[in-house]
């Protein structure tokens, strides 16, 4: 990835990041925490990754994504609405009675999302049945399905991963936002899912641990992951709960609230001077 690229993305992460201040603050709840954890995966997939089309939001041949961590719909909601699926208004709109955007992803009102999700564990259940289909109708489309670290303690997300390797499923390909933090407090406090490395070793996965808010490292991941065969890939993306928001980083507290009107400012005004700095570069 050459300089000007990776310029590019990173002002898209930085305009996802306000899109999902801009909509957790407009709704009064929602969160924030993790939406900002996985903005730079969010914006990878969609802006370089992905083989999806907003104009043909339903083409068969497309590249799936599921949001198994669904509360984090926020963040999945601003990288749709800048790649073009819906109008970046509709962020304002979260959560409100009538409108779009609800507070976890529904594949029926919502052009660009795949799967409805939000009980945990469910999503990468529904993205084997995605890939495991893929293999069956001889199609080269590939399933991306982003889980929470906490949501690791469900125990459906290993009978999935026991599925997916049973099946072979290369096409598909799962992301750990590894950010240490879930509503309850610290991970490795609550649940204790690590080693996940090697849990996921252990049911037949390729394994790849990564920062994941470096893009090179994004990439060359993904890159890797496709060329994996006879097997699924699992990429543990290492990252901060509340990135690009100072107060809010690494802070267990903003998992699932939304900030008031100072704080909402605050938010803005450093994501809008980051945002320059990085157009200015």
Same mark, same amino acid.
């Given at each position: ?10 002002? !898209?992460?930085?305009?996802?990041? &306000?899109?999902?201040? #801009? ?10 925490? /993790? ?9 990878? !997939? ?26 984090? @719909? ?35 009102? +919502? ?10 564990? =469910? ?10 289909? /893929?293999? *069956? ?7 991306? +399905?982003? !889980? ?10 290993? #009978? ?8 072979? !499923? ?11 933090? =879930?509503?309850? /407090? ?14 996921? &070793? ?24 496709? +060329? ?10 290492? $990252? ?7 107060? *809010? ?23 809008? $001077? @980051?945002?320059? /700095?990085?157009?200015?570069?």
């Amino acid at each position: 990835m050459n300089n000007m690229e990776k310029k590019e993305l990173r002002i !898209l992460a930085c305009k996802v990041r &306000r899109g999902v201040v #801009e909509g957790v603050y407009h709704a009064k709840s929602g969160h924030p925490g /993790g939406s900002l954890s996985a903005a730079d995966i969010f914006t990878y !997939l969609y802006f370089k990754e992905m083989r999806v089309d907003p104009k043909n939001p339903k083409d068969e041949n497309r590249d799936r994504f599921v949001l198994s961590k669904g509360h984090c @719909a926020p963040g999945l909601y601003a990288a749709l609405a800048l790649k073009g699926y819906f109008p970046e208004e509709e962020l304002k709109k979260l959560r409100h009675i009538g409108a779009m955007l609800q507070g976890h992803p529904d594949m029926k009102g +919502t052009p660009g999302v795949d799967m409805s999700s939000g009980s945990l564990g =469910q999503g990468i259940s529904a993205a084997c049945g995605m890939a495991i289909a /893929g293999k *069956m109708d001889k199609k080269d489309y590939r399933v991306y +399905t982003l !889980l929470g670290d906490g949501e690791l303690e469900e125990g459906q997300v290993w #009978e999935a991963a026991m599925f997916a390797a049973h099946h072979k !499923l290369d096409n598909l390909c799962v992301i750990v936002d590894s950010n240490g933090l =879930q509503i309850d /407090g610290p991970v490795a406090e609550v649940g204790g899912p690590e080693p996940i490395d090697e849990k996921f &070793r252990s049911f037949g996965f390729d394994v790849q641990v990564i920062d994941g808010h470096d893009f090179d490292a994004i990439e060359a991941a993904l890159a890797h992951a496709k +060329t994996v065969k006879g097997k699924p890939s699992v990429i543990i993306a290492k $990252t901060i709960k509340g990135k690009g928001v100072s107060y *809010m980083e690494n802070q267990v507290g903003w998992h699932g609230k939304a900030p008031n009107d100072e704080q909402y400012a605050a938010a803005m005004q450093e994501l809008n $001077t @980051a945002l320059s /700095g990085l157009e200015a570069e």
